[in-house]
């Protein structure tokens, strides 16, 4: 067990250590992306663009076309055009064959996605590269596998793929949500009109890219870009089957409202406020580690992020003084050095979002700890912070904050911690750390949580279904479960 000397050592070792940057020279950014439609790239109608700019130093990066509402016509209509006439008659081990391609060639181009994922979001080299990337290429190797075999998904059923979907996706895990969308889509027999965030369309384009490499029937994936208005405009196209969004609770609300009376399906991926529980018996080392990496992990840029933790009240002081030493060796900065755990904020808006909770917390008599340290001067950063004497109806232990920020309470008995942990709109995600098996049955099933993790956070396989309960959407993604939301009977 390090002793608070040898983390104080390894506080100023990390602090000290030598840039180690990732190298540049894999990647090529264009001065201009067009919109993905057809197989091919296009010119918006709007002829507008929009800057996608590096929130590390707040240089721009690239120019990204906007779709407007002509756009997204086109969109929609090609990948219509492409349902009827190839993607719904071809056999399933024809459309897996073409998954299992787009597998092979993200893994082979790793390096470059990974490191335009961290140029254009933020985030940490080493989360890209072993993360987001594995992880989106084991998405499509995944669903690929399920494409020829959707009668053993559904026994004595008779799986029909829906038409075509309009898909919607965050900044948070840019590749990653393309893959979670895409994937089960074009194995179940669907096409796809999907729009990236506007602050992270680099990695989708660079995707269109290897879908049109791998010789995917054009139309079966177009992918178009803009805000929130071009979000819109797919949402209310009417020749729609299906959306899927992940996002904000607040535009998922938006979406729900303006499909509500039409035939169009849906699976919601909205916000979360997760509980962490450590109990006293926990091996309280590992369980640290755990909170550490659940809510500073991608800069708390995560919607089921451990962003509540509740501290059993006898192990409450070590486990503050253990979290405190571990955020002391945090290392915040330039997301591109291999060594740094905590990158860019994603934007200037959700910086502004951050400080504006961490000053609700302040006012609302909350205590604030933050590491020393110095953030760089360029660029959107924010210190890994906690706040201790939170009460319940404190905004910040109600609202989703999305940022590197942990709220610390305590508990006496499991009933107590159960009706706290519960008590949100949300319901994506919890973690429970305890030695002991029954008390970890015992919480997951009163635990409202689409999810829950036992010793251990943040998990993921693309064969585990996640999703949400309450205000934290409905459907599953991955699994099985990942292919209802794409079929009827
Ligand atoms: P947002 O929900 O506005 O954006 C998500 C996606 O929806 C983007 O592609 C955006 O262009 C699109 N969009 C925006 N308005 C739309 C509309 N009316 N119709 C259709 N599509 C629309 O999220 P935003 O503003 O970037 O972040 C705000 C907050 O949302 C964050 O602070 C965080 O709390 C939460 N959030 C949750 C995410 C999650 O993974 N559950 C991901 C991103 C944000
Ligand atoms: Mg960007």
């Keep these: 067990m390090p002793t608070k000397n040898t983390i104080k050592l390894k506080f100023e070792s990390s602090r000290n250590l030598s840039p180690a940057p990732e190298s540049l020279s894999a990647v090529k950014i264009k001065e201009r992306y067009e919109l993905f439609i057809n197989g091919k790239f296009e010119e918006p109608h709007s002829k507008k663009y929009f800057d996608t700019i590096n929130p590390a130093n707040e240089k721009k990066l690239s120019l990204i076309a906007e779709a407007d509402n002509t756009d997204v016509s086109k969109a929609v209509s090609a990948a219509r055009n492409c349902y009827e006439k190839t993607w719904k008659k071809m056999p399933g081990k024809e459309r897996g064959k073409y998954i299992y391609r787009i597998a092979r060639m993200i893994q082979e181009r790793a390096r470059e996605f990974a490191v335009i994922e961290t140029l254009d979001g933020g985030k940490p080299i080493r989360e890209s590269r072993d993360f987001d990337v594995p992880a989106a290429a084991n998405h499509f190797f995944y669903y690929a596998g399920w494409a020829d075999k959707l009668q053993y998904a559904f026994p004595n059923r008779q799986p029909l793929p829906l038409g075509v979907a309009g898909q919607i996706i965050p900044w948070n895990f840019p590749l990653l949500m393309a893959a979670w969308k895409i994937a089960p889509a074009l194995a179940t027999g669907n096409t ?6 506007e602050t992270t369309s680099l990695t989708a384009l660079k995707l269109a890219e290897i879908i049109r490499e791998a010789d995917l029937p054009p139309g079966v994936v177009n992918i178009i870009t803009g805000a929130g208005e071009t979000g819109a405009a797919l949402v209310n196209h009417p020749d729609i089957n299906k959306i899927a969004f992940t996002g904000s609770t607040h535009v998922g609300k938006i979406i729900q409202k303006a499909i509500a009376g039409t035939s169009k399906k849906a699976t919601l991926e909205l916000g979360g406020k997760a509980a962490n529980i450590i109990f006293e018996d926990a091996a309280l080392d590992q369980a640290v580690e755990g909170i550490i990496n659940g809510i500073y992990f991608n800069q708390g840029h995560v919607c089921c992020a451990g962003s509540r933790l509740f501290v059993q009240e006898s192990v409450y002081k070590t486990v503050l003084q253990k979290l405190k030493d571990r955020m002391e060796t945090l290392i915040v900065g330039d997301p591109m050095d291999k060594n740094t755990d905590i990158g860019a904020i994603n934007s200037k808006e959700q910086l502004q979002v951050i400080h504006k909770y961490i000053k609700i917390g302040q006012q609302d008599g909350a205590e604030i700890y933050q590491p020393a340290g110095i953030l760089p001067k360029k660029g959107f950063y924010c210190m890994p ?37 519960n008590n949100t709109p949300f319901g994506l995600s919890a973690g429970v750390w305890t030695d002991k098996g029954s008390k970890i049955f015992n919480l997951t099933r009163k635990l409202r949580a689409g999810v829950v993790w036992a010793n251990t956070y943040n998990k993921f396989d693309p064969s585990s279904p996640f999703g949400g309960y309450k205000e934290s959407g409905y459907g599953r993604e991955g699994g099985l479960q990942g292919l209802e939301g794409y079929v009827g009977f």
């Excluded at 796809?192 to 965030?197: G, N, R, Y």
């Excluded at 004497?389 to 305590?410: C, D, H, M």
């Design 385 to 421: 912070t906690l706040f201790t004497k939170v009460a319940q109806s404190n905004r910040l232990a109600q609202e989703e904050i999305f940022g590197p920020v942990l709220t610390i309470q305590t508990f006496r008995t499991d009933d107590e911690v159960i009706e706290k942990a």
């Design 192 to 197: 796809v009109v999907l729009k990236p965030a």
